[in-house]
């Protein structure tokens, strides 16, 4: 496959969630990624599944690491391979017998990439846990919410996805890059609590600065503010507006009707948020959401509709830009980031 990453080789043990997200992003842009799976798994969803998004772009191969036999492969396999990632807990593969002490000494420039929830050290290291545990221990999912109500977690993306798969695969190209450069191979200890928490360095920069209040609901960016929502429209559907700077205030102010207002002209006045929300929320539900986009689209409001799983890949903008693909019959997101010079070639879900 084309890609930035021609030429780098890693070998990635089967797991779920965000390990094989990592291995996604590397095998997307060119990697040749070797996904190791358990015998008889093949082509079950969530443990090498052919209609699971995130195994795509791979080579597949079955070994019982619990033979030696398959232990002695996976050996061989390490010798020429630039990486080796893989998301149990703590200690596991040492108990295999392929450790970093032992993969290191067959191929001292290799990078062993380690992902978890909790770490590789501390006391919480080999415990159980999920995404929402993670982010919780980070302080992340504190601040998401509405005020007055209990914290809302966005589904997977902080911990397992951004706080874990992605930073993994950042970690695990820098080691690569530090590896070529004459430097040794090493352990890339990514824990999503770590993550989660390297997510919310904005966050806690306002919060260090007296700008942030540590409660949910009542800040800038947390829903606490009538200019940066979300709103529902007429029928049923939503609308997002972030209109933070002065100029799209002003934007907003002129389409909705509001820019004589001396209320609303009092923008950042958190005394005034709560009563200008309700005033907002009222005058959205007037229209339906295309309606919203008639007068929204197109202008420098800060403005989107919310749309669905099944809307956004027919959304025009999406479109123009090939933001989603489809394969064996799966609309998925296409490769990220573009590269103009080594362009990532059109995803292929795993057994086609």
Known sequence: MAGV????????????????????????????????????????????????????????????????GAIAQLKELVKDADALIEGYRPGVIER??????????????????????????????PLAGHDINYIALSGAL????????????????????GGGGMLLAFGVVAAILHARGGGPGQVVDCAMVDGAAILSAMTYTFLGNGQWRDER?????????????????????????????????????????????PDFAQQMNPAKWDNLKDRMTALILTKTRDE???????????????????????????????????DGGMVQPAPAPRFSA???????????
């Open 342 to 352: 080594t362009p990532a070639a059109v995803p292929k879900l795993a057994g086609r």
């Open 5 to 68: 990453l021609s030429g780098v080789t890693v070998i990635e043990l089967a797991g779920i969630g965000p390990g094989p997200f990592t291995g996604m992003m590397l095998a997307d842009h060119g990697a040749r990624v070797i996904r190791v799976e358990r015998p008889g798994t093949s082509g079950r969803f969530g443990d090498g599944g052919n209609r699971d998004i995130l195994n795509r772009n791979r080579e597949r191969i079955e070994l019982d690491l619990k033979d030696p």
């Open 142 to 161: 504190h601040s998401y919410g509405r005020k007055g109500q209990k914290p809302t977690f966005p589904v997977n993306a902080v911990g397992d996805f």
């Open 96 to 125: 295999m017998g392929i450790g970093p002490d032992v993969l290191l000494a067959i191929n001292p420039k290799l990078v062993i990439g380690r992902m978890t929830g909790w770490g590789q050290d501390g006391p919480m290291a």
């Open 292 to 326: 919203w986009c008639a007068i929204m689209d197109g202008t420098d409001i800060c403005f989107a509709p919310v749309l669905s799983l099944r809307e956004a890949p027919q959304h025009p903008h999406n479109v123009a830009r090939g933001t989603f693909v489809e």
């Open 217 to 261: 609901g009542v800040n800038l960016l947390d829903s606490g503010s009538h200019f940066y929502d979300t709103y529902e429209t007429s029928d049923g559907k939503w609308i997002s507006l972030g209109s933070i700077e002065p100029q799209f205030y002003a934007l907003l102010m002129e389409k909705t009707g509001l820019a004589d207002d």
